[in-house]
């Protein structure tokens, strides 16, 4: 399969260079480099008609575009052989404060989901890499016709009822977190006014999962909590491509 995606890749390449009319990279050839590259993103609809955004050879520029895909599709980014190293990244913000799409950096010979791309309504979205600045650049265009769009992932941060003197104790601060939609790279952070006192590693969860998480609190946070008679705590989480969520308790 790796043979046969690279002759696949190197066939676009020259068409596109052969043939300026073959700027638009339409349906069917990016079909074939998707099975495996997708398994990763839950919640996806299959890109099989999404066009793959495909760099040139020669740096540094994308090949012509623009780039097309139906609602809820992730296109693929293929990086040709003896290609540098690119990425795909949305000039547009996302409510999670990241590029509103974006690849992973790839090195030559190799091809990646551009995530979050199933998350746009129709319209034209502009990209570059973020190696090579504006000079490589493209546009994304997301048509309305056809798929639906995917829901973007949403979470709700709670703090549970806990006593101050056990946290202190035990030198942990529970939260739970609550999935409405299939989430990745979820973060959970706790803070004493302004003072981050905790935070978690990067979850998972699944659509209508939830999870209490001990939060272990760092030597700034030992001491931010060892005095009072309650000590008001807020909660942040994050999740990519997502709307941060946030709780406060006064813990006593």
Do not use: W
């Amino acid at each position: 399969m790796a043979a046969a995606a690279q002759v696949i890749r190197l066939d676009m390449t020259s068409l596109m260079r052969n043939d300026d009319s073959m700027g638009i990279i339409r349906r069917g050839i990016g079909s074939l480099l998707i099975a495996g590259a997708l398994t990763l993103l839950p919640g996806a609809v299959p890109a099989s008609a999404a066009d793959s955004i495909v760099a040139d050879t020669e740096c540094c520029t994308f090949a012509p575009g623009p780039y097309f895909q139906d609602l809820g599709e992730i296109p693929l980014f293929v990086n040709p052989v003896d290609a540098n190293p690119h990425n795909v990244t949305s000039t547009s913000r996302g409510p999670d404060g990241g590029a509103l799409f974006r690849s992973q950096t790839v090195a030559a010979d190799t091809t990646t989901p551009v995530d979050g791309a199933q998350y746009l309504e129709a319209g034209t979205y502009p990209f570059f890499c973020t190696l090579h600045g504006a000079g490589m650049s493209g546009e994304l265009v997301v048509e309305g016709d056809t798929g639906a769009v995917v829901a973007r992932p949403s979470i709700t941060v709670s703090i549970p009822a806990q006593s101050l003197g056990k946290v202190r104790k035990s030198s942990r601060i529970k939260v739970r977190v609550k999935a409405d939609t299939t989430g990745r790279g979820i973060r959970i952070g706790a803070r004493k006014g302004s003072k981050a006192i905790t935070s978690s590693p990067k979850l998972s969860l699944a659509a209508g999962a939830s999870r209490i998480v001990n939060l272990k609190l760092s030597p700034a946070g030992r001491k931010a909590v060892a005095k009072g008679r309650q000590v008001a705590i807020s909660a942040v989480g994050t999740v990519a491509f997502g709307k941060p969520s946030s709780a406060k308790r006064n813990l006593r």
